[in-house]
């Protein structure tokens, strides 16, 4: 905007909290990149690229620096590409207790999304798992304790226009059961049932991921254009 920069400096000099509202690209936000990357790590079949970029979102449930560079090294190491980085050996206790939050989210994700209910039931129920309402409302009191209104507000509407998401994804699913694909013929599937299985329609669990990462893609394009 052509006026920004001078009523930044001139609310600055009178100490008032300003707080410009402007698009802004959603899939930036780390509550954005934590949904799709855990979409991104079940797709993947556990693919360790993809888990590290989940857990680099600072939500997904691994708090402490120094455990997150510990198990990132370990991925490294073993396998960045596929998920046999998982089979941890005995004395690697300190690596298990780092991941065990984050993996259980993420396997109550998958079971949930499995099942086929409501894919806003399953999301939300994930959130909660990881805690993420109060460690955003944590990251919005520290940016505003350092003075930083407008950082405070995006992570206040990051959270709010994903809960109003959430809502309108409930109640289309509720009206359309069919909305993440319909039922298809029953198929033989080669790949390891870790990365892909048959839903009991006979419906690709990795379609069914593919669909709803599409559909939060969307809603975050839709967020952005407001």
């Not at 399953?122 to 407008?150: S, T």
């Not at 059961?177 to 390891?192: D, R, Y």
Request: charged fraction near 25%; include cysteine; charge should be negative.
């Amino acid at each position: 905007a052509p006026y920004e920069a001078l009523i930044r400096e001139v609310f600055g000099q009178f100490g008032i909290p300003c707080f410009l509202d402007r698009p802004r690209e959603m899939t930036g936000h780390p509550l954005a990149r934590l949904l799709l990357s855990a979409l991104a790590v079940l797709r993947s079949g556990w693919a360790g690229g993809e888990v590290i970029h989940h857990l680099k979102t600072g939500l997904a449930g691994l708090r402490d620096a120094d455990q997150a560079a510990l198990l990132e090294n370990h991925i490294l190491r073993i396998d960045p590409v596929g998920g046999g980085w998982r089979g941890m050996r005995e004395g690697e206790e300190a690596l298990r207790e780092a991941w065990r939050a984050a993996e259980k989210a993420l396997l109550g994700l998958e079971r949930e999304l499995r099942d086929r209910g409501n894919p806003a039931h399953a999301l939300w129920n994930f959130l909660e798992r990881l805690k993420v309402a109060e460690e955003l409302q944590r990251w919005i009191a520290e940016a505003r304790a350092a003075g930083d209104e407008e950082l405070g507000q995006i992570h206040e509407q990051a959270w709010t226009r994903t809960l109003e998401w959430l809502e309108e994804l409930e109640s289309l699913a509720a009206a359309d059961p069919g909305l993440l694909g319909a039922a298809g013929e029953s198929q033989v599937v080669a790949q390891p049932p870790s990365a892909v299985s048959v839903c009991a329609t006979g419906e690709k669990f990795s379609d069914r991921l593919d669909e709803l990462a599409a559909l939060i893609e969307s809603a975050l394009a839709s967020i952005q254009a407001r």
